[in-house]
């Protein structure tokens, strides 16, 4: 008997509140507490494991699940051939190497010789020897940034979002070694055996995505104006357009990105658009 779906998320952390969000606007109905370490999924055959993010690629990895949601950092630390079924759109990041101020090294290669601390080992190591710089890298559980005042290495890799904390500390960034975000993450023998059913949770996910990158735009105009709006708003393939009951007007429905909104509005209403609505797009497939 095949055992019910398993997704592996985070339960705690900074993609902890993220996740339960993405999943509860995909329709799925779970009642989780604080001391809970898997729930069943209520009205989808789906059980939910909550553990810490960076066990998860290893979680999959052994077949304890079959999909998880993890950072691409800690994929690309633990991998072990995993593959990337979406890119989630938040808890967007950026691993950087960093040096305190006083320090003479303005680019990578500067950083020769140097012991290098940091919670992401075998990326870091990758990536100096990748480009045949010699470093020393010293694996470190959090508070990374103050590892050279501490004089326990000379430079840092670590996480940052703003890079307000490694100002604070003292140091400064030189360069990135790897942008990273949320994605969805499958055991590859999943993806083959129970295909249906990965596709089914994938889709459902990624439409949630897709939606909060768009606009459902509505307005009425005049059908003089139509060929010009289409221009602005093409939408998916093209706008929709209706005839209204007064003469010489349509309605007329477009898809737009989220982020052209701001533009798109004044053209519209200068072409003689009124009545515009901009609605939340809550899921979308292509």
Known sequence: MTRTLRLAVPNKGRLESDTATLLRDAGLVFEKTERALSVSVHNVDLELLFVRAD????????????????????????????????????????????????????????????????????????????????????????????????????????????????????????????????????????ITLRSAEVDQVATALTAVVAGRGKRYLLLNAPQEAVEKMADIIPGMESPTVVPLAEAGWVAVHSVVDADDVWNVLPDLKALGGRDILVLRIQQLIA
């Open 55 to 190: 066990d998860i690629p290893e979680m999959l990895a052994d077949g304890v699940a079959e999909l998880g949601v993890t950072g691409q950092d800690l994929l690309a630390e633990h991998g072990n051939g995993l593959s990337v079924l979406a890119e989630l759109g938040y808890g967007r990041c950026r691993l950087v190497a960093a040096v305190p101020r006083a320090t003479e090294a303005s680019k990578i290669e500067d950083f020769a010789g140097f012991r290098i601390a940091t919670s992401h080992p075998n990326i870091t190591g990758r990536f100096f020897a990748e480009r045949d710089i010699n470093v020393t890298v010293v694996p470190l559980k959090g508070s990374v940034e103050v590892a050279p005042k501490l004089d326990v290495a000379d430079a840092v890799v670590d996480l940052v979002s703003t890079g307000s904390t490694l100002l604070v500390n003292g140091l400064i960034q030189v360069g990135t070694i790897l942008e990273s975000q949320a994605v969805l993450v499958a055991n590859p023998d999943a």
